[in-house]
């Protein structure tokens, strides 16, 4: 067992300048994005795999942190489902503590700004995100103030409330939230939006980790994407692995996208042909994702592709879940309404094995649920 922490380095995507890595940084100031990546070898590796203990804790030696403590994040079930021949492997992201993947980022978040002295944090969210630093935060000390559409579900806004964040709701888009976010962050809070953060897809990585133990040898991902951070931290979980010796290749990756929010698909070379942008996938509703180009340049490496779907193709997916008891909020059926198309099409074959998160809790959207269930968003 490794008990020392892993050394790390932060540069800039952008100009490829090298950042400190004692000290907060979110983006760089030439406005590049941040890569963080951890100096990790197969028997660092090799000792996350073989820990019996199944709290995220175990993963300390692969996370850039100085101490990894106890939380109930993480360890979720892994349930295969076949669909026409191919086993569609559900990862149960939604039975975190705080409903969605987003916990797993949060905790790696969170418990760094606590580590480096932040008494405040502040996160733009249509609700999980800030759902999960204000969980992390709470459990830590960490006072937490989350920016918000108007628009969010009241579910969310309640769930917030009980872990003490402070709310500040505002009128606009995903974008007009982050522009009130960074000039509240400059009070001196800790920055902590996913979009940016480098080191929230350490966090998402476990879930590879993980889904590599439950089930080996799987052919492609399909995956939600908004910001990115779900492809993202899958991405850098299974290339760690690869690199590591522990398996012989990542999978492919395929990135889906809800129409009318498709900026990744279409450079991939994927089509958005609807006429109105989805109402549905408000998790994933970002028009210009910061990390854009390296969410398409993952699935590029991966050798995967990006796809785009309709609300009713969403709708369907979401009720083929509900039937089959998997609670979870509509973003989480994005992923789900691209593999039955590729399904229908020939894309993905019989025999092939899908890794498919389900990432967001059906919990915190209970009033929406039935207008998409009873058939009004099509067939």
Not at 63 to 83: C, F, M, N, Q, W
Not at 246 to 263: D, E, M
Not at 298 to 312: C, E, I, L, P
Not at 361 to 376: F, Q, R, S, Y
């Amino acid at each position: 067992m490794n008990d020392k922490p892993p050394r790390f380095t932060i540069t800039c995507n952008g100009c490829g300048e090298s950042v400190p890595t004692g000290s907060w940084s979110w983006r760089h100031s030439c406005g590049g994005t941040l890569q963080l990546d951890i100096a990790v070898d197969a028997a660092r590796v090799d000792s996350c795999c073989v820990a019996e203990d199944t709290r995220l804790s175990r993963f300390a030696p692969v996370l850039p942190l100085e101490h990894a403590p106890e939380t109930a994040i993480g360890d979720t079930p892994l349930l295969i489902e076949v669909i026409d021949g191919v086993q569609v492997c559900f990862k149960l992201e939604y039975l975190n503590p705080g409903g969605s993947f987003k916990d797993r980022g949060a905790y790696v978040t969170v418990v760094r700004c606590a580590e480096l002295g932040f008494k405040s944090i502040v996160v733009d969210s249509s609700g999980n995100a800030g759902i999960a630093i204000a969980l992390m935060g709470l459990r830590l000390g960490i006072q937490v103030d989350v920016f918000l559409p108007r628009s969010t579900p009241d579910g969310k806004r309640q769930l917030l409330r009980l872990l003490h964040a402070r709310l500040h709701e505002v009128d606009g888009d995903r974008m007009q939230v982050q522009r009130e976010t960074l000039s509240y962050a400059a009070t001196g809070a800790a920055y902590a939006g996913h979009w940016w953060n480098p080191y929230f897809a350490h966090g998402v990585k476990t879930m590879a980790y993980e889904a590599l133990h439950q089930i080996p040898d799987v052919d492609c991902v399909f995956s939600p994407v908004g910001a990115g951070t779900v492809l993202l931290g899958l991405n850098t979980g299974y290339s760690e692995l690869a690199t590591a010796g522990i398996t012989p290749s990542a999978p492919k990756l395929v990135a889906v996208q809800a129409a009318g929010y498709s900026p990744v698909a279409l450079d991939l070379g994927a089509a958005d042909v609807s006429a109105a942008p989805s109402r549905l996938a408000d998790g994933i509703a970002i028009a210009n994702p910061p990390r854009r180009r390296e969410i398409a340049d993952a699935v590029t490496r991966s050798g995967g592709f990006g796809m785009v779907v309709s609300d009713a193709e969403i709708a369907s997916a979401l009720r083929w879940l509900l039937a089959r008891g998997y609670l979870v909020e509509p973003t989480s059926a994005v992923p789900l309404a691209g593999l039955m198309r590729c399904i229908r099409e020939g894309r993905v074959r019989p025999g092939q094995r899908i890794l498919l998160p389900l990432t967001g809790t059906g919990l915190k959207v209970l009033d929406e649920l039935p207008h998409i269930t009873d058939g009004a968003f099509g067939s």
